[in-house]
């Protein structure tokens, strides 16, 4: 499995894709993609991998960058998105086989200026 706080994939996306190419990772989690509907999942390098994303809706905030999770778990597993609905904190929950055992997924952002109470979780 591999996690990290990409600060924008929307710079980054010729690293971010030869870095993975060579790597061998079962499930990818990322964090604060930037990313948007302007930018589709075949731009990203992940053929091998389903895709699940949860861009951050910056109109609706009055934002104009930042935010957005992203679980990419390789299409040899079976996965799928469980819904749950929260608006406080940017979060994905994926459901995924691997090996014979079922997992379930979290990848989560809280952004800085959130009010969001850890205690509540």
């Known amino acids: 499995m591999y996690y990290q706080n990409v600060n924008s994939m929307r710079g980054k996306l010729n690293q971010f894709v030869c870095n ?8 990818i989690m990322l964090t ?4 948007n ?5 075949a731009e990203l390098g992940l053929d091998n991998y389903s895709i ?7 109109i609706n905030q009055n934002l104009t960058r930042g ?7 390789k299409k040899i597993f079976v996965s799928r998105q469980i819904i749950i ?18 997992l379930i997924l979290n990848c989560a952002y809280i952004p800085p200026a ?4 850890l205690g509540s979780v």
Do not use: C, H, M, P
């Not at 509907?37 to 999942?41: S, V």
């Not at 699940?52 to 910056?58: G, M, Q, T």
């Open 114 to 117: 959130s009010n969001y109470d």
């Open 37 to 41: 509907g302007n930018y589709n999942d």
């Open 32 to 35: 604060e993609t930037w990313l």
């Open 20 to 27: 993975i190419q060579v790597s061998d990772y079962d499930i």
């Open 67 to 73: 935010g957005g999770v992203l679980i990419a778990v």
């Open 85 to 102: 609905n929260n608006d406080k904190v940017e979060t994905l929950f994926i459901k995924a086989t691997v090996n014979n055992k079922s």
């Open 52 to 58: 699940y994303r949860s861009d951050r809706e910056l």
